[in-house]
């Protein structure tokens, strides 16, 4: 008999085929036909068709694809830590550079600002110079006078008076204290 791994009884095929009024070995021959067709489309559909190790071969394959792609985005995550601290430490000098600028700054604004003040104090504190006295034109020479007929010297001193009484106010040194916040 005609037994093989083919899905169907090749003899039972037989014994239908001669019920049905074909002769014992015609169709016998007919069934010899069939299994060759058969083992030739499954011979050819072997080679193309899985089979349990094929899966098992392709299944190790991926899980060694996942290992590697896993590596290369762990390199990849590591690379992009590694420039993401970098970057937050030059973002980090930037802004001790600039906070150093702003240092500087506040420094200068302060400094100017207390030269201002200690200037403006000095200004309102009035710097009194005593007045030089009248010098005496020289002998051979008439002294000067202004259109009244007045000396120019006797005139500088009545101006100078004039000055000194509606000039500053002399503030002493206690109260300058307390403008400034010091006493």
Known sequence: ???GS??????????????????????EGMMRAMVGVSRDVLGRNEATLATKADFAHLRS??????????????????LLEKR???????????????????????IGTVG????????FIRLSMGDKKTPEPPQKPPAEQP???????????????????????MGSKHIPPHEVKKLIGLG
Do not use: C
């Open 1 to 3: 008999a005609l037994r």
């Open 6 to 27: 083919f899905g169907f009884d090749t003899h039972e095929m037989v014994e239908k085929f001669a019920g049905a009024g074909f002769g014992r070995e015609r169709a």
């Open 61 to 78: 394959e991926l899980q060694i694809l996942e290992k590697a792609d896993f590596a290369v985005l762990k390199s990849d995550l590591q």
């Open 84 to 106: 993401m601290e970098t970057n937050t430490a030059n973002l980090y000098t930037e802004m001790e550079r600039v906070e150093n600028r702003v240092i500087k700054w506040v």
């Open 112 to 119: 100017t600002s207390v030269a201002l003040v200690l200037g």
């Open 143 to 165: 002294p000067a006078t202004n259109s009244g007929g007045r000396r120019f010297m006797e005139d500088e001193g009545d101006r100078q008076d004039e000055l000194s009484s």
